[in-house]
């Protein structure tokens, strides 16, 4: 199964972006997104659960992203707004067929599907 991550780009900072990912009509139980940035580890950004219930957000993040899926489409998006020159990353978006919970959804060893990664870069 492959996951298919897009949507990334050049924006300035105080920009948006929408990253979607999705798997040829499958959809996993739990899925992530997590970033990593030249020279530094790859960190979680946000999470969900197909079943609904709370989504996770780093602190970074937190009431910029947001994190969503989509019944009709079955993928999964992060919208992206006041994004910083920080936020320059390649993006991650992971999946997996448990339901994890909220403190397991933060760890990238959780998840057993990963897409190829997608570049955002915030800069004026």
């Known amino acids: 199964v492959q996951l298919q991550a897009s949507g990334g780009g050049l924006v300035q900072p105080g920009g948006s972006l929408r990253l979607s990912c999705g798997a040829s009509?499958?959809?996993?139980?739990?899925y992530g997104w997590f970033r990593q940035a030249p020279g530094k580890e790859r960190e979680f950004v946000a999470g969900i659960r197909w079943s609904g219930g709370g989504p996770k957000y780093a602190n970074s993040v937190k009431g910029r992203f947001t994190i969503s899926k989509n019944n009709a489409d079955k993928s999964v998006y992060l919208q992206m707004n006041s994004l910083k020159p920080e936020d320059t990353a390649v993006y991650y978006c992971a999946a997996d067929s448990r339901t994890l919970i909220l403190s397991t959804m933060v760890q990238e060893n959780a998840y057993d599907y990963w897409g190829q990664g997608t570049q955002v870069t915030v800069s004026s």
């Open positions: 009509g499958r959809t996993f139980s739990t």
